[in-house]
């Protein structure tokens, strides 16, 4: 048996090893001898062999034959072997192993021993590894050596008992005697854990909150000793003293003043003065100032106090120090929703920490600069994040994308202007984008008559440059094919036409076709597209006909099907071609809960083959309006079907493949949709008068948080202007009413209003709301109210 | 706190304190995953990152990286305050620390950081009171020296304690 050397000499031979079997060839020996040794009898260097055992652990080699070892060394009376024993506990043992559980009692022991480094020593394991039946068995003693007479003890007792009130919630009650005393201690270390106590107390239990309360004066003047005391040599930490007990203090503050405006006004003064008076030129000032801001924030403060913390917050924005930059940002994300117009203040700098070198930075920017998007700022907020998402780290391009088009969505200024940016997202970030951005996008462009023109262009110019962007390429395919013919007539008002010919058009569509970039979706699309044409065009319908019976022979099930549908209108059907392959009408955006039965299997089929999955990361909850527009677009187009299907008389088979190829056709639309869709939301009717139509949805977002939509329509023949709506709740319901997204509405139904209510409903009373509508028609101004006692879905 | 850990640029563990019990499967697991993480940020970067659900505070002092895992409502400012006063306990302990003085005396790291932090917490805010704490703890066990090794190696660099990063 080699004899064992000292814990270093073994370091020292571990690391010249210079190979990985080499070093293991070390180690092998090293434990066997340790394994021999702690088979024989007491000796002197037990301690060393532990060590050395447990370096070998850390170097991720197994060690479990060391653990009785580490149990026989903490019953030793010695105390180096039993700091090393305890040492080895904490790093061998977990509450998961048996062998835990055989120490407790040497912790027992301990915790009353004469030596204060001996029970620190037994404090020290417990609140590190303690299981629950240890905390449970052990709580009383804790609770005895809070009351003891040394701080060295009381110090560590009370942070013991933050562990066992973290592992047993209920033995919380029994320190909440001991800790109320501990406040009126003088030793930091005791006072700094006497408060993380009283915090973890009242985290997990609102009554002792309550009974908490009454420490606030007592806080507040600890807090005043230390901000306006002098120096402090011993606690002070470039200037602040004692930095870690003052942010501890401002936590359990927080979590006092919540809610409660006597408790919050109590600390006020404080808190201006903890604000004003701490040095924020280190890191350590800005931490006070940092706490200090998150409690101002989240208690009941007067105004003047939180423009205090949202000016601090501000100026972090402005510090060099990255850092402070990222928790500035993180704290404004928290409030933007409640303080907006004090974070837009901020809006320039935020939007330039778009541009900073560090990815968490950016992510926090982002969240922050999609948050502020107002209807005032979009144009210019639209720039920066374009610029933004062609140079963003691609994990954060989808958040971008989705986040671009909700804003576009809610704020866009013209048709115009949004189809151009959703265009440009494509072009820039094509392959990041969710799956109903297709349909989207294509609804909206069939919305917007007068830009079918600029649209074909735009996409036909989009087409020929790139045709990697798979959403990008479907919505051009798409529109070539409805509005072909808009392109072949070479003028258009928007932008600058070319000339093109018939020839060059069916040239893209075969180049998508056939490039080995187009997933099937794609292709699907750029073949009914090529079958569209063959009604639009005038010349080439022959070289259609051939492109769609070459397909016939597909490989690919759903294009040989589609091929030798459209194959079949073209031979036996030609008379029921124009009809069949007419244009589109434009599609109603319906209010929520249609569904679609037969049609609605067959997305299924459809997103298989559909989209590359893209990278995961957090998105936004789709918003359940999107879900309405795909199925619309089943609805909307059956129209056209009907028609056609009974001009050709009795059903027969072949007569139903046709409306099922156009069916094909709108499903195609669906493209990517998602095998699971969102339950739709119920919706109600809440007010139905002189043609105005409201409509009510809404949507649980959490335990009290509740979304409601409010969609108006207009039935009659004249336009609707000037309209708004005002809403009432009950008193303990929080509202906040987000902007609506228009406040004109169209005769004849030509565009609907949605206005989203955020609800929050903390006592969970009865929920009712009255609306009160209000509009300009045909030059006189009427108003109306509602009441709604019942929302759908809760 | 959760977890502390301390790795070299090679991505060697130095030591590890875990405040949350997990086996020792899942232990290695998160520390190969967090150490990755880390050390494939650039220099410039924020000190802070989320990672899982956890939110991640490092800090570099010369070839060691100081890694705390912390939880939601935590400071984060103050947890670089934790890892600094941490690095300055052992820079007075060992006269002008570096990570070979952490390698060879690892226990010694380890007593330490049992004497500032218990259960994840900071116990003692004096430096003082924590040195003078270790010293006598240490008088009660003759026979654990400090063997301060400085000899001809390249990777001694003092932590650098005074830098203000």
Same mark, same amino acid.
Request: aromatic share 4%; net charge negative.
């Given at each position: 048996m080699s004899p064992s050397v000292p814990l270093q000499e073994m370091i020292r031979a571990i690391r010249s090893a210079r190979t990985q079997c080499e070093e293991r060839g070390v180690i092998q020996r090293e434990c066997a001898a340790i394994r021999a040794q702690f088979r024989q009898t007491d000796n002197g260097g037990r301690s060393h062999n532990l060590a050395k055992l447990l370096y070998v652990h850390m170097l991720g080699y197994p060690a479990h034959f060391g653990q009785m070892e580490c149990v026989r060394m903490i019953a030793s009376p010695r105390y180096s072997e039993k700091r090393v024993g305890y040492l080895g506990a904490m790093m061998l043992l977990d509450e998961k192993q048996d062998a835990s559980l055989l120490i407790t009692n040497s912790i027992k022991n301990d915790l009353s021993h004469s030596n204060q480094y001996v029970q620190s020593l037994a404090l020290c394991t417990l609140a590190c590894m303690g299981s629950a039946?240890?905390?449970?068995?052990?709580?009383?003693?804790?609770?005895?050596?809070?009351?003891?007479?040394?701080?060295?003890?009381?110090?560590?007792?009370?942070?013991?008992?933050?562990?066992?009130?973290?592992?047993?919630?209920?033995?919380?009650?029994?320190?909440?005697?001991?800790?109320?005393?501990? /406040?009126?201690?003088?030793?930091?270390?005791?006072?700094?854990?006497?408060?993380?106590?009283?915090?973890?107390?009242?985290?997990?239990?609102?009554?002792?909150?309550?009974?908490?309360?009454?420490?606030?004066?007592? /806080?507040?003047?600890?807090?005043?000793?230390?901000?306006?005391?002098?120096?402090?040599?011993?606690?002070?930490?470039?200037?602040?003293?004692?930095?870690?007990?003052?942010?501890?203090?401002?936590?359990?503050?927080?979590?006092?003043?919540?809610?409660?405006?006597?408790?919050?006004?109590?600390?006020?003064?404080?808190?201006?003065?903890?604000?004003?008076?701490?040095?924020?030129?280190?890191?350590?000032?800005?931490?006070?100032?940092?706490?200090?801001? /998150?409690?101002?924030?989240?208690?009941?403060?007067?105004?003047?106090?939180?423009?205090?913390?949202?000016?601090? =917050?501000?100026?972090?924005l402005l510090n060099n120090d990255r850092n402070i930059r990222y928790i500035a940002m993180t704290s404004l994300q928290k409030i933007v929703s409640t303080d907006h117009n004090a974070v837009q203040r901020h809006r320039g700098t935020i939007v330039d920490c778009l541009k900073d070198q560090d990815a968490s930075v950016k992510r926090r920017a982002l969240e922050l600069s999609l948050a502020l998007v107002s209807a005032s700022n979009i144009r210019s907020?639209?720039?920066?994040?374009?610029?933004?998402?062609?140079?963003?780290?691609?994990?954060?391009?989808?958040?971008?994308?989705?986040?671009?088009?909700?804003?576009?969505?809610?704020?866009?200024?013209?048709?115009?202007?949004?189809?151009?940016?959703?265009?440009?997202?494509?072009?820039?970030?094509?392959?990041?984008?969710?799956?109903?951005?297709?349909?989207?996008?294509?609804?909206?462009?069939?919305?917007?008559?007068?830009?079918?023109?600029?649209?074909?262009?735009?996409?036909?110019?989009?087409?020929?440059?790139?045709?990697?962007?798979?959403? /990008?390429?479907?919505?051009?395919?798409?529109?070539?094919?409805?509005?072909?013919?808009?392109?072949?007539?070479?003028?258009?008002?928007?932008?600058?036409?070319?000339?093109?010919?018939?020839?060059?058009?069916?040239?893209?569509?075969?180049?998508?076709?056939?490039?080995?970039?187009?997933?099937?979706?794609?292709?699907?699309?750029?073949?009914?597209?090529?079958?569209?044409?063959?009604?639009?065009?005038?010349?080439?319908?022959?070289?259609?006909r051939s492109i769609v019976s070459i397909y016939g022979s597909c490989i690919d099930v759903e294009l040989q099907q589609r091929a030798v549908e459209y194959n079949a209108l073209f031979k036996k059907y030609d008379h029921m071609r124009a009809a069949v392959l007419e244009r589109m009408p434009v599609i109603q955006k319906n209010s929520l809960g249609q569904t679609n039965g037969e049609l609605?299997?067959?997305?299924?089929?459809?997103?298989?083959?559909?989209?590359?999955?893209?990278?995961?990361?957090?998105?936004?909850?789709?918003?359940?309006?999107?879900?309405?527009?795909? =199925?619309?677009?089943?609805?909307?187009?059956?129209?056209?079907?009907?028609?056609?299907?009974?001009?050709?008389?009795?059903?027969?088979?072949?007569?139903?493949?046709?409306?099922?190829?156009?069916?094909?056709?709108?499903?195609?639309?669906?493209?990517?949709?998602?095998?699971?869709?969102?339950?739709?939301?119920?919706?109600?009717?809440?007010?139905?008068?002189?043609?105005?139509?409201?409509?009510?949805?809404?949507?649980?977002?959490?335990?009290?948080?509740?979304?409601?939509?409010?969609?108006?329509?207009?039935?009659?023949?004249?336009?609707?202007?000037?309209?708004?709506?005002?809403?009432?709740?009950?008193?303990?319901?929080?509202?906040?009413?987000?902007?609506?997204?228009?406040?004109?509405?169209?005769?004849?139904?030509?565009?609907?209003?949605?206005?989203?209510?955020?609800?929050?409903?903390?006592?969970?009373?009865?929920?009712?709301?009255?609306?009160?509508?209000?509009?300009?028609?045909?030059?006189?101004?009427?108003?109306?109210?509602?009441?709604?006692?019942?929302?759908?879905?809760? | 706190m959760q977890f502390m850990l301390l790795f070299s640029r090679q991505g060697k563990l130095r030591l590890q304190k875990w405040y949350v019990p997990l086996s020792d499967k899942e232990k290695k697991k998160i520390t190969r995953e967090l150490v990755q993480t880390v050390l494939a940020r650039k220099p410039k970067m924020c000190s802070f990152l989320e990672w899982r659900d956890l939110k991640i505070v490092y800090k570099r002092y010369a070839s060691l990286y100081f890694c705390c895992a912390i939880e939601d409502q935590d400071n984060e400012l103050i947890t670089l305050e934790i890892i600094h006063r941490y690095v300055e306990l052992l820079d007075k302990y060992f006269g002008s620390v570096c990570e070979l003085d952490i390698i060879f005396n690892f226990e010694k790291a380890y007593f330490i950081l049992d004497e500032f932090l218990l259960g994840g917490e900071a116990q003692e805010t004096s430096k003082k009171n924590v040195l003078k704490a270790i010293e006598q703890a240490d008088l009660l066990s003759p026979e654990i020296q400090v063997k301060l090794i400085k000899g001809k190696h390249d990777d001694i660099c003092p932590l650098n304690v005074n830098f203000v990063a």
């Open positions: 039946e240890m905390c449970r068995d052990l709580a009383p003693e804790i609770d005895r050596l809070l009351r003891s007479s040394n701080s060295y003890i009381k110090k560590k007792a009370a942070l013991c008992a933050v562990h066992i009130v973290r592992k047993v919630h209920d033995l919380g009650e029994l320190f909440v005697p001991s800790a109320r005393s501990l /406040l009126s201690e003088k030793n930091h270390g005791v006072l700094h854990g006497a408060v993380v106590l009283i915090t973890e107390l009242c985290e997990r239990s609102p009554e002792t909150l309550e009974r908490f309360r009454k420490t606030v004066p007592d /806080l507040v003047q600890i807090m005043k000793g230390l901000v306006i005391s002098g120096y402090s040599p011993d606690h002070d930490v470039a200037g602040v003293s004692d930095p870690f007990l003052q942010v501890r203090i401002l936590r359990l503050l927080r979590i006092l003043g919540r809610n409660n405006e006597a408790a919050s006004d109590a600390m006020n003064d404080l808190l201006a003065q903890v604000a004003t008076n701490t040095d924020s030129t280190k890191t350590v000032g800005n931490a006070v100032l940092y706490e200090t801001v /998150l409690t101002v924030l989240d208690i009941k403060s007067e105004s003047g106090l939180r423009v205090l913390a949202v000016n601090i =917050l501000g100026r972090f907020m639209m720039k920066e994040l374009l610029i933004f998402l062609s140079s963003c780290p691609p994990e954060l391009r989808a958040q971008a994308a989705s986040g671009i088009f909700n804003a576009a969505e809610r704020y866009a200024p013209s048709k115009r202007w949004h189809i151009d940016t959703i265009l440009h997202v494509l072009t820039t970030a094509g392959g990041d984008v969710r799956d109903e951005t297709v349909p989207n996008l294509i609804q909206l462009i069939t919305n917007t008559s007068e830009l079918h023109c600029y649209t074909v262009h735009k996409l036909y110019r989009a087409l020929l440059t790139d045709i990697s962007q798979q959403p /990008l390429v479907q919505v051009a395919c798409w529109c070539i094919g409805e509005y072909g013919d808009l392109l072949l007539k070479g003028e258009c008002q928007e932008t600058e036409a070319v000339q093109v010919t018939e020839d060059d058009v069916l040239d893209a569509l075969e180049i998508v076709l056939q490039s080995h970039m187009s997933t099937p979706t794609t292709r699907g699309f750029a073949l009914t597209a090529t079958m569209k044409l063959s009604t639009r065009i005038t010349d080439n319908v022959d070289r259609i609605s299997e067959e997305p299924m089929k459809e997103s298989q083959p559909g989209k590359v999955k893209q990278e995961e990361t957090a998105l936004p909850p789709q918003p359940a309006g999107q879900v309405v527009d795909l =199925l619309d677009l089943l609805g909307g187009s059956q129209e056209p079907l009907q028609p056609g299907s009974s001009v050709g008389g009795s059903a027969s088979t072949q007569l139903t493949a046709a409306p099922t190829s156009a069916g094909g056709d709108l499903l195609d639309l669906l493209g990517g949709f998602e095998p699971t869709p969102l339950a739709p939301a119920p919706t109600v009717t809440v007010y139905e008068k002189n043609g105005v139509t409201l409509t009510l949805s809404c949507e649980q977002q959490s335990e009290s948080g509740l979304t409601v939509t409010l969609t108006a329509s207009n039935s009659t023949d004249s336009d609707i202007s000037g309209f708004t709506l005002q809403a009432a709740v009950p008193k303990s319901v929080q509202l906040q009413m987000r902007a609506p997204s228009r406040d004109s509405l169209p005769a004849h139904g030509g565009a609907k209003l949605t206005q989203l209510v955020v609800l929050n409903n903390p006592n969970k009373v009865n929920l009712k709301m009255r609306i009160r509508v209000s509009y300009t028609c045909q030059g006189s101004v009427v108003q109306d109210m509602v009441q709604v006692d019942s929302f759908p879905g809760l | -």
